[in-house]
């Protein structure tokens, strides 16, 4: 899925009118109409409806919603802001079905169950209590500056408020992408956001959860023209994205066609880390796993992971030398390997003259974040996996998620690697500068050795031979299918590392079912 920008949506919008055909106001109905529909499925007809509309199309879409909702016998207000005395031409068709609705439903009862007020000057807003249900449409994606003045403070309102609030496409006030320049208080705070076609590239920064809430793709049938015009890195990693993506394994697969991994983990103390990247990596499908680990290790090893073949450091604590690891398919050097002097030159060597696929994780990149001039060596198309604080040894401290991400696809386009944000929405930056967001995982994946797992995972794919990008994208995808499998299980609280591991069976047979 494609996430494309505030312009591009545009262009959108503007194709699938020309092309379906459909008119603007038909294609607004249409939008309005899911929108009304998520309401209805969610809150029943008791429940009291403010709608603050604005101006433009957002407003158009806020009426029309206000409009179904009334035929569905719905309590409706309705504050329509028309400061200018100028409204959008579909806004302002929207208002006068209002108003005629409005009309009908007078003389058919004798009622009106839907009241618009038109602000033109002064406002004195409505109390909002807790029972009410706000839907936010002052304004949507063609935003361009921050909120002021009256607008700002009727956002203030109802975020002061304990209504619960719902997003038409965005939250008033947010930016589609960019918010590094936005006043981030005069944005509405959603806590559901019903967004048209796409997500929108701010809902996957975390400081922007406060605004954006839950957030669900509503599909209006939005066509996009697929043209220069629409190009864009940003995607979104969806089940069917994957699925095409895991290889059908041979009756005649044998361990030696399979791949033949390498993982470089471990240090004095620091066993389980091995233990659960082992454990992951066998469970992903690899033929042979041979884990190089100090001497300390063995015993733990043994017991715990008797399928994989163990390589002994020379040393009894620590990765201390590196050595010749071009026989094996993919290496994997980092978790809990520590960052003693041994190990920060053997780290180096190691990466420096291993030509396989490799992902490079953990205390490998503290270590790169200690000798940033080091990533110049690393080999093109390797895999770093990093989540927010080892990130920020690679590229520095940012001013928002936005900066972080830009930083991050230029690390990845100027060394030609594949870099993993970890995280909610983990992000796959790929040489190229693509940027491709996860769909799965969830908070109980916030966990020590979750990351030991993910890996795993990566290191077994690449080992049987997917292309490093592909690997990332599907591995990424697994451990939060894994993770999503044991929170359903159990609970957010409750999971552990291992239950991602248990898990991964269940990962593999779900993503196998159309």
């Keep these: 899925m494609k996430i494309l920008s505030a312009t ?22 249409r939008a309005s109409r899911a929108i009304a529909d998520k309401i209805r499925s969610r809150w029943n007809s008791a429940t009291p409806i403010k709608v603050f509309a604005g101006p433009g199309n957002n407003g158009g879409d806020a009426l029309a919603v206000a409009r179904m909702l009334g035929e569905s016998n719905y309590k409706v207000f309705v504050y329509l802001f028309n400061i200018s005395g100028s409204l959008s031409p579909d806004c302002q068709i929207n208002k006068q079905r209002l108003m005629d609705f409005q009309e009908v439903k007078l003389n058919m009862l004798g009622v009106r169950n839907v009241e618009l007020m038109e602000i033109t000057s002064q406002f004195t807003p409505p109390k909002l209590e807790e029972e009410d249900l706000v839907l936010d449409g002052l304004f949507g994606t063609g935003l361009t500056r921050p909120l002021n003045g009256g607008f700002a403070s009727v956002v203030k309102y109802i975020n002061a408020s304990p209504a619960t609030v719902v997003a038409i496409d965005v939250p008033s006030g947010l930016m589609c992408e960019d918010n590094t320049y936005n006043v981030m208080n005069h944005i509405v705070k959603a806590d559901v956001t019903y967004t048209f076609h796409a997500p929108k590239l701010a809902f996957f920064f975390a400081e922007n959860e406060q605004y954006v809430g839950e957030w669900e793709i509503l599909d209006i049938g939005i066509k996009d023209p697929e043209n220069e015009e629409t190009r864009t890195p940003y995607h979104f990693t969806e089940k069917k994205d994957v699925q095409c993506m895991l290889k059908t394994r041979s009756k005649f697969s044998h361990k030696g066609s399979v791949g033949h991994a390498l993982l470089i983990a471990g240090k004095k103390g620091m066993a389980g880390a091995a233990i659960l990247s082992s454990k992951a990596c066998m469970r992903s499908g690899v033929g042979k796993l041979t884990v190089h680990t100090p001497e300390s290790n063995v015993d733990v090893m043994l017991s715990s992971v008797p399928e994989v073949v163990l390589d002994v450091d020379v040393d009894a604590n620590c990765f201390s030398q590196s050595f010749d690891a071009n026989e094996y398919d993919a290496m994997a050097i980092g978790p809990g390997i520590g960052t003693a002097p041994y190990t920060v030159q053997a780290f180096i060597e190691q990466v420096s003259m291993t030509k396989c696929p490799m992902v490079i994780d953990a205390d490998a990149l503290n270590i790169l974040g200690s000798h940033r001039g080091w990533i110049t060596q690393l080999p093109r198309r390797c895999i770093l996996t990093p989540h927010k604080k080892e990130l920020f040894g690679l590229i520095s401290t940012t001013r928002n998620s936005y900066e972080e991400l830009e930083r991050t696809r230029e690390l990845a386009v100027r060394q030609q690697i594949c870099i993993i944000i970890k995280g909610a929405y983990s992000a796959v930056v790929t040489p190229d500068g693509n940027v491709f967001f996860n769909s799965t995982g969830n908070p109980g994946m916030a966990t020590a050795g979750a990351g030991d797992v993910l890996t795993g995972i990566i290191l077994s794919l ?7 990008e592909t690997a990332s994208r599907l591995g990424v995808y697994l451990h939060g299918l894994a993770g999503d499998i044991a929170a359903d299980e159990m609970c957010y609280e409750s999971i552990i590392s291992s239950d991602l591991v248990d898990c991964l069976p269940k990962a593999f047979k779900a993503l196998r079912i159309p």
Excluded: F, K, V
Aim: a negative charge; glycine letters at 0%; proline letters at 7%.
């Design 462 to 468: 690449l080992a049987q031979d997917y292309a490093p």
């Design 8 to 29: 591009q949506l545009n262009l959108a919008d503007a194709y699938t009118i020309e092309h379906e055909p459909i008119s603007s106001t038909n294609l607004m109905e």
